[in-house]
Protein backbone atom coordinates (compact mmCIF):
# COMPACT_ATOMS: atom_id res chain seq x y z
CA UNK A 1 0.00 0.00 0.00
CA UNK A 2 1.15 3.48 -0.92
CA UNK A 3 1.18 5.84 1.81
CA UNK A 4 0.37 9.66 0.30
CA UNK A 5 0.86 12.26 3.13
CA UNK A 6 -0.49 15.76 2.30
CA UNK A 7 -2.95 13.78 0.21
CA UNK A 8 -5.47 16.33 0.33
CA UNK A 9 -3.23 18.97 -1.78
CA UNK A 10 -2.80 20.12 -5.16
CA UNK A 11 0.22 17.53 -6.10
CA UNK A 12 -0.85 14.77 -3.61
CA UNK A 13 -4.79 14.45 -4.76
CA UNK A 14 -2.99 14.24 -8.20
CA UNK A 15 -0.81 11.59 -7.55
CA UNK A 16 -3.51 9.51 -5.35
CA UNK A 17 -5.58 9.72 -8.37
CA UNK A 18 -3.13 8.44 -10.72
CA UNK A 19 -1.93 5.33 -8.59
CA UNK A 20 -5.50 4.44 -7.92
CA UNK A 21 -5.97 5.00 -11.52
CA UNK A 22 -2.86 2.29 -11.88
CA UNK A 23 -4.92 0.22 -9.46
CA UNK A 24 -2.50 0.54 -6.48
CA UNK A 25 -4.26 1.08 -3.16
CA UNK A 26 -3.38 4.29 -1.54
CA UNK A 27 -3.68 5.68 2.01
CA UNK A 28 -3.75 9.38 2.59
CA UNK A 29 -2.67 11.64 5.46
CA UNK A 30 -4.33 15.18 5.86
CA UNK A 31 -4.75 17.88 8.56
CA UNK A 32 -6.53 20.48 6.28
CA UNK A 33 -4.92 23.20 6.99
CA UNK A 34 -6.34 26.64 6.75
CA UNK A 35 -3.48 28.22 4.55
CA UNK A 36 -5.88 27.87 1.62
CA UNK A 37 -9.35 27.37 1.01
CA UNK A 38 -9.79 24.08 2.96
CA UNK A 39 -13.08 23.41 0.56
CA UNK A 40 -11.34 22.98 -2.00
CA UNK A 41 -9.00 20.44 -0.34
CA UNK A 42 -11.90 18.82 1.01
CA UNK A 43 -13.64 18.41 -2.62
CA UNK A 44 -10.07 17.34 -3.72
CA UNK A 45 -10.23 14.66 -1.12
CA UNK A 46 -13.92 13.41 -2.54
CA UNK A 47 -12.46 13.16 -5.84
CA UNK A 48 -9.74 10.31 -4.47
CA UNK A 49 -12.60 9.42 -2.37
CA UNK A 50 -14.65 7.79 -5.36
CA UNK A 51 -12.29 4.79 -5.71
CA UNK A 52 -12.68 2.03 -3.39
CA UNK A 53 -9.47 1.55 -2.60
CA UNK A 54 -8.68 4.88 -0.85
CA UNK A 55 -8.37 5.37 2.66
CA UNK A 56 -8.13 8.74 4.16
CA UNK A 57 -6.52 9.69 7.72
CA UNK A 58 -7.35 12.85 9.17
CA UNK A 59 -3.87 13.74 10.71
CA UNK A 60 -1.47 15.96 11.75
CA UNK A 61 2.38 14.66 10.70
CA UNK A 62 3.55 16.12 14.22
CA UNK A 63 1.51 14.10 16.08
CA UNK A 64 3.85 10.77 16.30
CA UNK A 65 1.86 8.79 18.48
CA UNK A 66 -1.38 9.36 15.70
CA UNK A 67 1.12 8.37 13.04
CA UNK A 68 2.26 5.53 14.55
CA UNK A 69 -0.96 4.32 14.66
CA UNK A 70 -1.51 4.73 11.26
CA UNK A 71 1.47 3.24 10.36
CA UNK A 72 0.45 -0.01 12.25
CA UNK A 73 -3.15 -0.29 10.92
CA UNK A 74 -2.27 -0.38 7.34
CA UNK A 75 0.23 -2.27 5.50
CA UNK A 76 2.64 0.61 4.11
CA UNK A 77 5.28 -0.26 0.99
CA UNK A 78 6.24 2.83 0.10
CA UNK A 79 5.77 6.45 1.35
CA UNK A 80 5.34 9.66 -0.80
CA UNK A 81 5.67 12.90 1.77
CA UNK A 82 4.40 15.85 0.44
CA UNK A 83 2.62 17.41 3.41
CA UNK A 84 4.25 20.55 4.08
CA UNK A 85 2.88 24.11 5.34
CA UNK A 86 3.87 25.80 1.65
CA UNK A 87 4.64 29.21 0.53
CA UNK A 88 7.63 31.70 1.01
CA UNK A 89 6.10 34.63 1.55
CA UNK A 90 3.33 33.28 4.34
CA UNK A 91 6.23 31.52 5.88
CA UNK A 92 8.21 34.98 6.14
CA UNK A 93 5.68 36.15 9.54
CA UNK A 94 4.94 32.04 10.68
CA UNK A 95 8.29 30.19 10.80
CA UNK A 96 7.27 28.24 13.81
CA UNK A 97 4.36 26.37 11.82
CA UNK A 98 7.06 25.70 9.03
CA UNK A 99 9.53 24.27 11.34
CA UNK A 100 6.88 22.40 13.15
CA UNK A 101 5.46 20.63 10.17
CA UNK A 102 8.10 20.44 7.61
CA UNK A 103 11.10 19.77 9.87
CA UNK A 104 9.65 17.95 12.70
CA UNK A 105 6.76 16.49 10.70
CA UNK A 106 9.34 14.86 8.55
CA UNK A 107 11.90 13.70 11.70
CA UNK A 108 8.42 11.99 12.22
CA UNK A 109 7.94 10.01 9.26
CA UNK A 110 11.43 9.29 9.38
CA UNK A 111 11.25 7.49 12.64
CA UNK A 112 8.54 5.39 11.32
CA UNK A 113 10.16 4.78 7.89
CA UNK A 114 12.91 3.03 10.20
CA UNK A 115 10.74 1.44 12.70
CA UNK A 116 8.60 -0.47 10.01
CA UNK A 117 11.59 -0.74 7.74
CA UNK A 118 9.89 0.98 4.39
CA UNK A 119 12.30 0.77 1.76
CA UNK A 120 10.92 3.21 -0.22
CA UNK A 121 10.69 6.64 0.23
CA UNK A 122 9.47 9.80 -1.92
CA UNK A 123 9.91 13.86 -0.80
CA UNK A 124 9.12 16.79 -2.49
CA UNK A 125 11.46 19.71 -1.58
CA UNK A 126 11.48 22.76 -3.87
CA UNK A 127 13.62 24.79 -6.18
CA UNK A 128 14.14 27.99 -3.73
CA UNK A 129 17.22 25.60 -1.66
CA UNK A 130 19.32 27.19 -4.79
CA UNK A 131 18.71 30.70 -3.52
CA UNK A 132 21.83 32.27 -4.44
CA UNK A 133 22.73 30.36 -7.26
CA UNK A 134 23.45 30.76 -10.57
CA UNK A 135 20.60 29.74 -13.35
CA UNK A 136 19.91 27.14 -14.24
CA UNK A 137 20.06 25.04 -11.06
CA UNK A 138 21.05 21.78 -11.41
CA UNK A 139 21.47 19.13 -8.76
CA UNK A 140 25.38 19.38 -7.83
CA UNK A 141 25.47 23.01 -7.02
CA UNK A 142 26.46 23.76 -3.65
CA UNK A 143 23.51 24.95 -1.49
CA UNK A 144 23.82 27.43 1.14
CA UNK A 145 23.02 26.39 5.16
CA UNK A 146 21.12 29.55 5.71
CA UNK A 147 18.43 30.47 3.35
CA UNK A 148 16.28 33.98 4.01
CA UNK A 149 12.77 32.20 4.42
CA UNK A 150 11.17 29.36 7.04
CA UNK A 151 9.81 27.64 3.95
CA UNK A 152 13.53 27.51 2.17
CA UNK A 153 15.21 26.37 4.93
CA UNK A 154 12.73 24.07 6.65
CA UNK A 155 13.35 22.13 3.50
CA UNK A 156 16.42 21.89 3.23
CA UNK A 157 16.68 20.86 6.96
CA UNK A 158 14.06 18.19 5.69
CA UNK A 159 16.25 17.27 2.75
CA UNK A 160 19.55 16.62 5.09
CA UNK A 161 17.33 14.51 7.40
CA UNK A 162 16.72 12.52 4.88
CA UNK A 163 19.97 12.27 3.14
CA UNK A 164 21.20 11.17 7.13
CA UNK A 165 19.08 8.77 7.34
CA UNK A 166 19.59 7.11 3.82
CA UNK A 167 23.70 7.29 4.80
CA UNK A 168 22.75 5.36 8.70
CA UNK A 169 20.46 2.69 7.18
CA UNK A 170 19.83 0.86 3.98
CA UNK A 171 17.12 3.02 2.49
CA UNK A 172 16.18 4.53 -0.97
CA UNK A 173 15.08 7.77 -0.79
CA UNK A 174 14.24 9.82 -3.87
CA UNK A 175 13.91 13.68 -3.58
CA UNK A 176 12.48 15.64 -6.11
CA UNK A 177 12.99 19.79 -5.93
CA UNK A 178 10.10 21.34 -7.56
CA UNK A 179 9.36 23.84 -9.99
CA UNK A 180 6.15 26.00 -9.47
CA UNK A 181 3.76 23.70 -10.67
CA UNK A 182 0.70 24.49 -12.25
CA UNK A 183 -2.61 23.11 -13.45
CA UNK A 184 -5.83 22.12 -12.93
CA UNK A 185 -7.41 22.03 -9.12
CA UNK A 186 -3.76 24.40 -8.29
CA UNK A 187 -2.99 26.45 -5.42
CA UNK A 188 -5.15 29.61 -5.22
CA UNK A 189 -2.17 31.44 -3.46
CA UNK A 190 0.07 30.75 -6.36
CA UNK A 191 0.51 33.60 -9.02
CA UNK A 192 -0.88 32.38 -11.94
CA UNK A 193 -4.07 31.31 -9.48
CA UNK A 194 -3.79 35.01 -8.45
CA UNK A 195 -3.41 36.41 -12.06
CA UNK A 196 -6.13 34.48 -13.73
CA UNK A 197 -8.78 35.29 -11.16
CA UNK A 198 -7.88 39.12 -11.35
CA UNK A 199 -8.73 39.37 -15.31
CA UNK A 200 -11.66 37.61 -14.72
CA UNK A 201 -12.92 39.38 -11.96
CA UNK A 202 -11.16 42.61 -13.08
CA UNK A 203 -9.45 43.32 -10.06
CA UNK A 204 -5.94 44.71 -9.58
CA UNK A 205 -3.09 42.34 -9.49
CA UNK A 206 0.08 43.24 -7.26
CA UNK A 207 3.51 42.46 -8.74
CA UNK A 208 6.61 42.14 -6.48
CA UNK A 209 9.53 43.43 -7.90
CA UNK A 210 9.47 45.12 -11.92
CA UNK A 211 8.04 41.88 -13.54
CA UNK A 212 11.30 39.95 -14.85
CA UNK A 213 11.41 37.80 -12.43
CA UNK A 214 11.76 34.33 -14.04
CA UNK A 215 9.48 31.37 -13.26
CA UNK A 216 9.92 27.71 -14.20
CA UNK A 217 6.18 26.72 -14.47
CA UNK A 218 5.91 23.11 -15.27
CA UNK A 219 2.98 21.26 -15.63
CA UNK A 220 0.50 19.11 -12.73
CA UNK A 221 0.60 15.90 -15.13
CA UNK A 222 4.63 16.18 -16.01
CA UNK A 223 4.95 16.64 -12.25
CA UNK A 224 2.73 13.33 -11.82
CA UNK A 225 4.48 11.37 -14.08
CA UNK A 226 7.93 12.53 -12.27
CA UNK A 227 6.97 11.12 -9.20
CA UNK A 228 4.85 8.36 -10.05
CA UNK A 229 7.81 6.88 -12.66
CA UNK A 230 9.37 3.50 -11.39
CA UNK A 231 13.16 4.07 -10.44
CA UNK A 232 15.65 1.55 -10.14
CA UNK A 233 17.42 4.71 -7.88
CA UNK A 234 19.03 3.36 -5.15
CA UNK A 235 20.34 5.35 -1.37
CA UNK A 236 19.21 9.14 -1.54
CA UNK A 237 19.08 10.77 -4.77
CA UNK A 238 18.02 14.54 -5.62
CA UNK A 239 16.42 15.58 -8.95
CA UNK A 240 15.26 18.81 -10.42
CA UNK A 241 11.46 18.68 -11.78
CA UNK A 242 11.39 21.41 -13.37
CA UNK A 243 10.17 22.76 -17.39
CA UNK A 244 13.40 23.90 -18.38
CA UNK A 245 11.59 26.82 -20.36
CA UNK A 246 11.66 30.35 -17.77
CA UNK A 247 9.07 32.98 -18.13
CA UNK A 248 8.86 36.45 -16.88
CA UNK A 249 6.06 37.34 -15.08
CA UNK A 250 5.87 40.30 -17.18
CA UNK A 251 5.80 37.28 -19.99
CA UNK A 252 3.18 35.49 -18.09
CA UNK A 253 1.08 38.48 -17.86
CA UNK A 254 1.04 38.94 -21.72
CA UNK A 255 0.11 35.22 -22.12
CA UNK A 256 -3.19 35.12 -20.13
CA UNK A 257 -3.77 38.86 -21.52
CA UNK A 258 -3.74 37.14 -24.97
CA UNK A 259 -5.20 33.92 -24.07
CA UNK A 260 -8.43 35.92 -22.02
CA UNK A 261 -8.65 39.10 -24.13
CA UNK A 262 -8.39 41.57 -21.27
CA UNK A 263 -5.94 43.70 -19.99
CA UNK A 264 -3.90 43.25 -16.50
CA UNK A 265 -4.74 45.94 -13.88
CA UNK A 266 -1.20 45.50 -13.01
CA UNK A 267 0.14 47.14 -9.06
CA UNK A 268 3.99 46.79 -9.46
CA UNK A 269 5.33 47.39 -5.72
CA UNK A 270 8.64 46.37 -3.99
CA UNK A 271 10.71 43.21 -4.59
CA UNK A 272 10.22 40.91 -1.64
CA UNK A 273 14.24 40.25 -0.74
CA UNK A 274 13.19 37.04 0.75
CA UNK A 275 12.10 35.53 -2.49
CA UNK A 276 14.59 34.54 -5.35
CA UNK A 277 14.22 36.42 -8.88
CA UNK A 278 15.17 33.90 -11.34
CA UNK A 279 14.17 30.42 -10.82
CA UNK A 280 15.14 27.94 -13.96
CA UNK A 281 15.77 24.38 -13.55
CA UNK A 282 17.97 21.66 -15.37
CA UNK A 283 16.31 18.84 -15.74
CA UNK A 284 19.43 16.57 -17.44
CA UNK A 285 19.78 14.47 -14.63
CA UNK A 286 16.03 13.16 -14.57
CA UNK A 287 16.65 12.67 -18.06
CA UNK A 288 19.58 10.81 -17.55
CA UNK A 289 18.20 8.60 -15.12
CA UNK A 290 14.66 7.44 -15.40
CA UNK A 291 14.18 9.65 -18.92
CA UNK A 292 11.31 11.91 -17.82
CA UNK A 293 11.09 15.28 -19.47
CA UNK A 294 7.93 17.97 -19.51
CA UNK A 295 5.69 16.29 -22.02
CA UNK A 296 2.90 19.79 -22.47
CA UNK A 297 3.81 23.31 -23.67
CA UNK A 298 3.76 25.70 -21.62
CA UNK A 299 0.98 27.71 -23.67
CA UNK A 300 -1.10 24.51 -23.54
CA UNK A 301 -1.27 24.36 -19.78
CA UNK A 302 -1.71 27.76 -19.13
CA UNK A 303 -4.72 27.35 -21.50
CA UNK A 304 -6.38 24.11 -19.72
CA UNK A 305 -5.42 25.81 -16.51
CA UNK A 306 -7.58 29.13 -17.52
CA UNK A 307 -9.94 26.60 -18.40
CA UNK A 308 -10.06 25.25 -15.39
CA UNK A 309 -10.31 28.54 -13.47
CA UNK A 310 -13.24 30.10 -15.52
CA UNK A 311 -15.53 27.16 -14.58
CA UNK A 312 -14.87 27.22 -10.77
CA UNK A 313 -14.91 31.16 -10.37
CA UNK A 314 -17.97 30.50 -8.76
CA UNK A 315 -16.96 28.49 -6.16
CA UNK A 316 -15.19 30.04 -2.83
CA UNK A 317 -11.78 28.27 -3.83
CA UNK A 318 -10.07 31.47 -5.96
N1 LIG B 1 3.18 23.54 -5.92
C1 LIG B 1 4.45 23.89 -6.14
O1 LIG B 1 4.74 24.68 -7.04
C2 LIG B 1 5.56 23.31 -5.31
C3 LIG B 1 6.86 23.77 -5.55
C4 LIG B 1 7.90 23.25 -4.79
C5 LIG B 1 7.66 22.27 -3.84
N2 LIG B 1 6.39 21.85 -3.62
C6 LIG B 1 6.19 20.81 -2.59
O2 LIG B 1 5.24 19.86 -3.05
C7 LIG B 1 4.45 19.40 -1.95
C8 LIG B 1 2.98 19.56 -2.25
O3 LIG B 1 2.73 20.94 -2.50
P1 LIG B 1 1.31 21.45 -3.00
O4 LIG B 1 1.57 22.54 -3.97
O5 LIG B 1 0.45 20.31 -3.36
O6 LIG B 1 0.79 22.14 -1.65
P2 LIG B 1 -0.62 22.00 -0.90
O7 LIG B 1 -0.62 23.02 0.18
O8 LIG B 1 -1.71 22.05 -1.89
O9 LIG B 1 -0.52 20.56 -0.27
C9 LIG B 1 0.08 20.28 0.98
C10 LIG B 1 -0.94 19.53 1.83
O10 LIG B 1 -0.31 19.21 3.08
C11 LIG B 1 -1.27 19.38 4.10
N3 LIG B 1 -0.58 19.62 5.37
C12 LIG B 1 0.07 20.74 5.76
N4 LIG B 1 0.56 20.60 7.00
C13 LIG B 1 0.23 19.34 7.40
C14 LIG B 1 0.44 18.62 8.60
N5 LIG B 1 1.11 19.14 9.63
N6 LIG B 1 -0.06 17.35 8.68
C15 LIG B 1 -0.75 16.80 7.65
N7 LIG B 1 -0.99 17.46 6.49
C16 LIG B 1 -0.50 18.71 6.37
C17 LIG B 1 -2.11 20.57 3.66
O11 LIG B 1 -3.39 20.61 4.29
C18 LIG B 1 -2.18 20.35 2.16
O12 LIG B 1 -3.36 19.65 1.79
C19 LIG B 1 4.94 20.16 -0.73
O13 LIG B 1 5.88 19.34 -0.06
C20 LIG B 1 5.63 21.38 -1.31
O14 LIG B 1 6.65 21.86 -0.46
C21 LIG B 1 5.34 22.36 -4.32
Known sequence: MILITGVSGFIGSSLAKKFLEQGYSVIGIDNFNSYYSIELKKYRTRIVGEFKEFY??????????LLREIFKKYDITSIYHLASEVGV???IDHGDRYFTTNFLGTQNIINL????????????STSTVYEGNAIPFHEDMIIKNKLSNPYSQSKLL???????FCREQK???????????????GRPD?????????????????????????RDLTYIDDVIRALSLKKSTSGFQLYNIGAANPISINQLIEMCEKILQRKAKVNYTNHIHQEINQIWASHQKAKDIFSWQPHVPLEVGIQKTIQH??????????
Do not use: P
Request: aromatic content about 18%; hydrophobic content about 40%.
Open 190 to 214: MFLFKLVTSLLRNQEITIYGDGNNL
Open 171 to 185: CNVSVYRLFSVYGEY
Open 89 to 91: RHS
Open 56 to 65: FEFADISNHN
Open 309 to 318: IENHLAQDWY
Open 158 to 164: AEKEFEN
Open 113 to 124: VHEFNIKEVHFT
